[in-house]
């Protein structure tokens, strides 16, 4: 009986290890390894431990007046995600102005000599706004590179080896405009 129990731990152990994990960051605890790019010196973003979707998110404010910032993600969202075909990338964003807004291009991914953007039709509120996106080429993602609608080749070309995923922060033509990020989910199910 106890080898049964033990024979039922190994089958158990090995399903967990075939189910690859998809990417999640909740912030409960610190930034882990965000980086901001396109805000100057402004590297790294600015952790708080309250407030977010819930509690522990990220956030930065604009120091840079050429262009927009965005939150970048570690290394541990890159390398081969082909397993996120098909499912979703999930964001909550919000920033604490609404005024002079600029929108577009809000989440950024990169591979195999390809970027895709998604833009949504309006920028965040500065309630925690809760963003979507579907790893298929049917759900708006455009090429940097052509200017063209991706198919689902084109998302599954950069999925083979993702070598950047990011998300804008920046929507607010003026400076010092914050914006805030929890909750993130690369291949979140539908
Ligand atoms: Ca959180
Ligand atoms: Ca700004």
């Given at each position: ?102 929108h577009g291009r809000d989440v950024v991914i990169s591979g195999n000599g390809l970027s895709l953007s998604k833009s949504y039709p309006t920028a965040p509120a500065m309630e925690w706004t809760a963003r979507r996106v579907s790893l298929d080429g049917s759900s708006g993602w455009i090429v940097d590179e052509s200017g063209l609608p991706a ?40």
């Amino acid at each position: 009986m106890r080898r049964l129990g033990f024979l039922l731990l190994i089958i158990i152990a090995l399903g967990c290890s075939c189910a690859p994990s998809s990417p999640t960051s909740l912030f409960e605890g610190d930034d882990e390894g965000w980086l901001i790019s396109g805000n100057g010196d402004e590297t790294r973003p600015a952790y708080r431990a309250t407030g977010g979707t819930p509690n522990g998110n990220i956030c930065a404010t604009d120091a840079d007046p050429v262009g927009f910032f965005s939150f970048v993600a570690p290394p541990s969202y890159l390398g081969p995600r082909l397993e996120a075909e098909g499912l979703l990338i999930t964001f909550n964003v919000r920033i604490n102005q609404q005024f002079n807004l600029q929108h577009g291009r809000d989440v950024v991914i990169s591979g195999n000599g390809l970027s895709l953007s998604k833009s949504y039709p309006t920028a965040p509120a500065m309630e925690w706004t809760a963003r979507r996106v579907s790893l298929d080429g049917s759900s708006g993602w455009i090429v940097d590179e052509s200017g063209l609608p991706a198919t689902d080749e084109d998302v599954r070309s950069v999925l083979r080896d993702l070598t950047s995923f990011r998300i804008r922060g920046e929507f607010v033509d003026g400076p010092k405009d914050t914006a805030c990020l929890d909750s993130v989910h690369f291949g979140a199910q539908r």
